[in-house]
């Protein structure tokens, strides 16, 4: 067979924009590709939501790739071993409920469970505004692409619809800080986004499960980004609460809209 080159660059740009397209509109867009995002995707796709991640860097995968100071390792405790179990994650135990995974291995094994559950994942894509209608409820995101905001081009950008969006943009909580900054009056959770607290594992962890939640109308927060909203402790290398949070979005928002 011989290969032209066009016809691989027609391909590539027909398939992509017809998806592109295609995810104008969707149930629920997740900021940011993180460990969080990606449990959260599976089990929304999985549930017939159509369902998109906007991640601005190349890679997807969060903080979770490098493990701990790039020892390719992660820790997951007791409560969200079943996690790992469900997207088919290798683990030992450690010593009594500390369980120790491969980071390389866990980050491809989440990836590929969202993807082929239906998610689809837009990488180099920056999220830069919202969309809030009169009834003060985010309808939607703006993006552009990464390289734009890198370069500071002066490029407009565009719009997507959303019944939810979820912010799992980590410490940074872009999508409530870019909310709480743009809209007069509006309060994330009881306090705003107050920012993370100094790195406490066992209490950063338990926090999580009550700190994801919906904190302004549509708008819900998973993983570090919760946290970080809500001004509890960061967690370093353990990664249950992430694995736990994601779930337990999806499950918010499945009960929601299903």
């Known amino acids: 067979m011989k290969l032209d080159e066009v016809t691989i660059s027609r391909a590539i740009i027909d398939e992509f924009s017809k998806v592109f397209l295609d995810y104008t509109e969707v149930d629920v867009a997740l900021v940011g590709g993180g460990p969080a995002n990606l449990v959260a995707a599976k089990y929304l796709a999985e549930a017939g939501l159509k369902t998109v991640i906007y991640e601005k860097k190349l890679s997807v995968g969060g903080g979770m ?28 135990e450690y010593e009594e409920g500390y369980y120790i995974a491969n980071s390389v291995e866990s980050v491809g094994k989440l990836i590929s469970a969202a993807t082929s559950a239906g998610t ?8 830069e505004d919202v969309m809030i209608r009169d009834n003060d409820e ?40 870019t909310v709480q900054r743009k809209v007069p009056g509006a309060k994330l959770g009881e306090l705003g986004v107050v920012g993370e607290k100094p790195m ?59």
């Open 138 to 177: 985010v309808c939607g995101l703006v993006i552009n692409w990464t390289a734009v905001e890198i370069g500071r081009l002066h490029v407009d950008p565009l719009a997507i619809r959303a019944k939810v969006v979820v912010d799992g943009t980590g410490h940074e909580a872009a999508v409530c800080n």
């Open 200 to 258: 406490w594992a066992d209490v950063g962890e338990r926090m999580l499960v009550e700190t994801t939640r919906e904190v302004y109308p549509n708008l819900y927060v998973d993983g570090m980004a919760a946290n970080a909203v809500a001004g509890a402790p960061r967690m370093g290398p353990v990664f249950g609460g992430m694995l736990i949070s994601g779930k337990q979005v999806a499950d918010l928002i499945i009960e929601r809209l299903k």
């Open 65 to 92: 790739w490098a493990g701990g100071m790039m020892f390719p390792r992660i820790v997951v405790q007791e409560e969200a071993r079943h996690i790992l179990d469900d997207f088919g994650i290798d683990y030992h």
């Open 120 to 127: 689809e994942i837009f990488n180099l894509v920056n999220v």
